[in-house]
């Protein structure tokens, strides 16, 4: 249902445009052709494993490959500052209750 919904979205996106598709769309297509491939070929069907299997090889050579998903990096960043405590009731004596 992924795939089929993601190039829906594709296909609406570029009626009457030359467009192509971006490099992070084909590693997309690719990780979901390669899991589908996967899928089946641990079902036992091979043909359309095989057949999945193209259509991921196909995005990830479209993609230009990639070196894997974006890492954490370290960041310096300032200490937080202390709890703040903050008393957030009315000290009105005149006891309005006029709710704004």
């Known amino acids: 249902m992924d795939l089929v919904s ?3 979205l ?4 570029s009626v009457g445009r030359s467009v192509e598709l971006k490099p992070e769309a ?3 297509f690719f990780d979901r052709y390669s899991r589908l ?3 089946h070929r641990a ?7 095989r057949r999945f299997q193209r259509k991921a090889d196909e995005h990830y050579r479209a993609s230009g490959g990639f ?3 974006p890492y954490a990096a370290a960041m310096g960043m300032p200490r937080p500052q202390r709890f703040v405590r903050t008393s957030a009731v ?3 004596a005149g006891g309005g209750d006029d709710a704004a």
Not at 43 to 49: E, M, N, P, S, T
């Open 67 to 69: 070196d894997g998903p």
């Open 10 to 13: 594709v296909w609406a996106a």
């Open 37 to 39: 491939a996967e899928y």
């Open 90 to 92: 009315s000290r009105d």
């Open 26 to 28: 084909h590693i997309y």
């Open 6 to 8: 993601a190039k829906a």
């Open 43 to 49: 079902r036992g069907r091979l043909q359309k494993a």
